[in-house]
């Protein structure tokens, strides 16, 4: 794709804005029980991470609705209980919303968009990468990977600054999910094992329901997507693993436990399949259309930067 194709997604009000960062901070929290958490993180940091795997996702079907595109996400929707699957269905095919967050100083990256990492993680054995091909709906053609990305923060002078979504639950509320993952270990459940109402009901007993401070509103930046026609382009980045590429050493560097790209604009501490968004097609492809008639956003162009 060419940088002309990103799309940035800055057009939603702030009232819209903020109710989906709450359905993605409720997500995040009533799920937390039934998550597995792999890399021993706190549970407060976890609430913090789902919701913002959640955000991308609930600001591409905004963008989507408002511009004609009618992507099915409640066909891939699953119960706080259970374990995601896709994404949604779109032409056929389930999707997968791979985004990643960075950091930059200014609302827009400077530099060019198309030169972010694709990025699927590759950690084992039966991880994304592995799984890219399998089709949880026999019904269906096959799979994509939808590429996006939204900031996470200032970088000045490189160090990171405040990052734009903090998560507000108090001790007795930490406690009483903490207590819940303690129960149920992250793993799925056959049923339900606590309706909604009656977990918000003591939810909100425990503490104020202003869950989350916002600090900024950051654009999503929609690039390219990815199939099996495109799998021999990726190849495995991660802070032990060595890239073949001859220009490897400008794109990322490698530190002990983590992979930053792009002068720490983008940062990893896994193995990921991994290539430039620049070889792959871009969604605006898709829907060339939008060129012209894009709703809650812009496609970039070289003025841009």
Known sequence: MEEDEVIIVDGISDADYDSLIMDCVKYAIISLPFTVNRMNIQND???LNIAKGKIAEAIFNYFCQ??????????????????????????????DIKNNFYYCVGTEYKGKYTDFPALIPNR???DQ??????????????????FTFLKAA?????KRKQEFLEINLSDEQMKFISDLYIRYQGKTQ??????????????????????FTLYSRPSLVITAYAN????????????????????????YKKSEKA?????????????????????LPSFLSLYPQLQKNIVYGHVRSSATR
């Open 190 to 211: 056959q049923e339900a094992p606590f309706t909604e109402e009656k977990f918000w009901a003591k939810f909100e007993s425990l503490g104020d329901m202003n869950l």
């Open 124 to 126: 084992f054995d039966g």
């Open 66 to 95: 408002g511009n004609g595109i009618h992507p099915d996400f409640k066909v891939c929707a699953t119960p706080f209980w259970e374990v995601d699957k896709r994404d949604f269905v779109l032409n056929g095919n389930e999707w």
């Open 228 to 251: 099996k026609s495109h799998w021999d382009k990726f190849k495995n980045t991660g802070p032990n693993v060595k890239y073949r590429n001859d220009d490897s050493l400008h794109w």
């Open 45 to 47: 940091r976890r609430v």
């Open 259 to 279: 992979l930053c790209f792009l002068n720490g604009t983008i940062w990893t501490k896994i193995t990921n399949s991994t290539c430039r968004v620049s070889q």
């Open 129 to 146: 990468w592995s799984k890219r091909d399998k089709i949880t709906n026999p019904n269906l053609e096959g799979v994509e990977f939808l």
């Open 154 to 158: 200032d970088l000045v002078n490189g």
